[in-house]
């Protein structure tokens, strides 16, 4: 146990006050672990944000020529955002937030009033939970982060691993160049470029193509390392006490947790989820859709290539990563706002009138961008009401939390790409699958240019490496 303090004091620990924990003691923020006679965990589910941290501060020098220093590569960004849910009875699951997601950011946030989801990080950890609490209503109760050093490094100490290559690869962005086919040894390095990769090309009949779909296809490419990665640690990480040594050294060091995250806490989760099966664990990414162009404008500002959210898929989602569906209820009022642009706003209101709800005012505003999201505004504490209406809603929406906001009270920002109530419609619209179940459309979601809605889960493509 001595062994295990000192190692645990070489870990940076950082107070996020977004957290939400299932029990204090008396000491201070270390979260009260719950013990069944037999000594084993039986709290809460949890929910741990994992965030893989491309801040360019801290590197090894060697490491500067390939990422680049941190006055080359200013601030901080998740490049990997995971959200690891643990139920004592249901087990573990996965879900990933695109990178590129567009949503409202967290009051007085630096990187101004919206952005994409990555860009929170820029701000603090506490930034980026606010904004994955407030704006998808997850509650985190842990943080994870970890940069490019100890990623690499707890690979090389693990001796590598390994994944099979059905067809040549390359990224000149992340370094990764894979010349062979078949199963190949990866290092740390090549490790680390594998996990990047979002520029990604593959070679077929002597010629390179692009991958169309970016992050989205890497967070895909992602999970299945993730799990070779699990098996890995399983098979050979932790047996034998050297490497085990020399993988949590190289671990502690490039890590940041919250201070919630106690020692008995973390090994009584170890006790309880170290026998779950990477290759049952499911792991799914938040369904959104690309908006067309290169280059997304808002409020004049241009935010580079961006996706959306899409309801009821992203609803349904984040249900089935958290085991349950969220308490509804109904806001005493709700305010219609048009920002669409397009005259949206009348057929919400007349929706959410149908639907039963109170509209008590309409209004219209100026249209920040074409296409634009709805933004339910909600002050906190009244989620369950800004959920109620949600379900209301198909397409473009999203959650934010706003104090100004009156109580019992919900606001409607409404944007181009959105219906509501029954036998709403809209003028484009998907006719990709269902995205939370991979089966029929239900119902027509709108969409920007009727652009396919991605799916929660996805298998890997032809030229994606996998496990040996």
Same mark, same amino acid.
């Given at each position: 146990?001595?062994?295990?303090?000192?190692?645990?004091?070489?870990?940076?620990?950082?107070?996020?006050?977004?957290?939400?924990?299932?029990?204090?003691?008396?000491?201070?923020?270390?979260?009260?672990?719950?013990?069944?006679?037999?000594?084993?965990?039986?709290?809460?589910?949890?929910?741990?944000?994992? &965030?893989?941290?491309?801040?360019?501060?801290?590197?090894?020098?060697?490491?500067?020529?390939? *990422?680049?220093?941190?006055?080359?590569?200013?601030?901080?960004?998740?490049?990997?955002?995971?959200?690891?849910?643990?139920?004592?009875?249901?087990?573990?699951?996965?879900?990933?937030?695109?990178?590129?997601?567009?949503?409202?950011?967290?009051?007085?946030?630096?990187?101004?009033?919206?952005?994409?989801?990555?860009?929170?990080?820029?701000?603090?950890?506490?930034?980026?939970?606010?904004?994955?609490?407030?704006?998808?209503?997850?509650?985190?109760?842990?943080?994870?982060?970890?940069?490019?050093?100890?990623?690499?490094?707890?690979?090389?100490?693990?001796?590598?691993?390994?994944?099979?290559?059905?067809?040549?690869?390359?990224?000149?962005?992340?370094?990764?160049?894979? &010349?062979?086919?078949?199963?190949?040894?990866?290092?740390?390095?090549?490790?680390?470029?594998?996990?990047?990769?979002?520029?990604?090309?593959?070679?077929?009949?002597?010629?390179?193509?692009?991958?169309?779909?970016?992050?989205?296809?890497?967070?895909?490419?992602?999970?299945?390392?993730?799990?070779?990665?699990?098996?890995?640690?399983?098979?050979?990480?932790?047996? %034998?006490?050297?490497?085990?040594?020399?993988?949590?050294? %190289?671990?502690?060091?490039?890590?940041?947790?919250?201070?919630?995250?106690?020692?008995? *806490?973390?090994?009584?989760?170890?006790?309880?989820?170290?026998?779950?099966?990477?290759?049952?664990?499911?792991?799914?990414?938040?369904?959104?859709?690309?908006?067309?162009?290169? %280059?997304?404008?808002?409020?004049?500002?241009?935010?580079?290539? &961006?996706?959306?959210?899409?309801?009821?898929?992203?609803?349904?989602?984040?249900?089935?990563?958290?085991?349950?569906?969220?308490?509804?209820?109904?806001?005493?009022?709700?305010?219609?706002?048009?920002?669409?642009?397009?005259?949206?706003?009348?057929? &919400?209101?007349?929706?959410?009138?149908?639907?039963? *709800?109170?509209?008590?005012?309409?209004?219209?505003?100026?249209?920040?961008?074409?296409?634009?999201?709805?933004?339910?505004?909600?002050?906190?504490?009244?989620?369950?009401?800004?959920?109620?209406?949600?379900?209301?809603?198909?397409?473009?929406?999203?959650?934010?939390?706003?104090?100004?906001?009156?109580?019992?009270?919900?606001?409607?920002?409404?944007?181009?790409?959105?219906?509501?109530?029954?036998?709403?419609?809209?003028?484009?619209?998907?006719?990709?699958?269902?995205?939370?179940?991979?089966?029929?459309?239900?119902?027509?979601?709108?969409?920007?240019?009727?652009?396919?809605?991605?799916?929660?889960?996805?298998?890997?493509?032809?030229?994606?490496?996998?496990?040996?």
């Amino acid at each position: 146990m001595a062994y295990v303090s000192y190692r645990y004091s070489q870990i940076r620990k950082i107070s996020l006050p977004g957290l939400v924990h299932a029990g204090k003691d008396s000491a201070g923020p270390v979260e009260v672990v719950p013990l069944t006679a037999a000594g084993r965990y039986h709290g809460p589910a949890t929910t741990i944000l994992l &965030v893989g941290n491309n801040t360019r501060t801290g590197l090894d020098p060697s490491d500067t020529q390939y *990422f680049g220093s941190s006055s080359d590569v200013g601030g901080a960004r998740s490049d990997v955002t995971m959200l690891l849910h643990l139920d004592p009875v249901k087990g573990a699951t996965i879900l990933s937030i695109p990178r590129d997601l567009f949503v409202p950011m967290p009051p007085h946030s630096m990187v101004g009033s919206v952005g994409k989801i990555d860009a929170a990080l820029n701000d603090g950890p506490e930034q980026l939970v606010e904004a994955i609490t407030n704006d998808l209503g997850i509650p985190i109760n842990h943080y994870v982060s970890i940069n490019f050093d100890g990623f690499q490094h707890v690979i090389d100490a693990l001796g590598g691993i390994n994944m099979t290559f059905p067809l040549p690869l390359r990224d000149s962005y992340s370094g990764l160049n894979i &010349v062979n086919i078949g199963c190949q040894h990866l290092n740390g390095g090549e490790a680390l470029a594998v996990v990047r990769a979002r520029h990604l090309q593959y070679k077929v009949y002597g010629r390179w193509l692009d991958d169309p779909q970016s992050d989205l296809s890497r967070i895909r490419r992602d999970h299945e390392f993730l799990t070779v990665f699990a098996k890995t640690m399983r098979a050979k990480g932790l047996t %034998n006490p050297l490497r085990a040594n020399a993988v949590i050294g %190289n671990l502690v060091g490039q890590v940041t947790i919250d201070n919630g995250l106690s020692i008995s *806490f973390m090994l009584n989760l170890l006790r309880a989820y170290g026998g779950l099966n990477p290759d049952t664990t499911p792991e799914l990414t938040l369904p959104v859709t690309l908006v067309p162009g290169a %280059n997304y404008t808002y409020t004049g500002a241009g935010y580079g290539s &961006v996706v959306f959210p899409s309801e009821p898929a992203d609803a349904e989602t984040i249900a089935q990563f958290l085991g349950t569906a969220p308490a509804l209820s109904q806001p005493q009022a709700v305010q219609v706002v048009d920002r669409s642009g397009v005259g949206a706003g009348s057929r &919400v209101a007349s929706g959410l009138a149908a639907d039963g *709800f109170n509209v008590a005012s309409r209004s219209y505003e100026y249209s920040p961008a074409q296409p634009s999201e709805t933004v339910v505004h909600y002050r906190p504490g009244d989620l369950p009401a800004a959920e109620r209406v949600m379900d209301a809603l198909s397409g473009a929406a999203i959650l934010s939390a706003d104090p100004q906001v009156p109580p019992a009270t919900v606001v409607v920002d409404v944007g181009s790409v959105v219906a509501a109530g029954t036998g709403a419609g809209a003028p484009a619209v998907s006719t990709a699958t269902s995205a939370a179940t991979g089966g029929p459309p239900a119902t027509a979601v709108p969409t920007p240019d009727g652009a396919a809605i991605t799916p929660s889960a996805a298998p890997l493509d032809f030229f994606d490496p996998r496990s040996c």
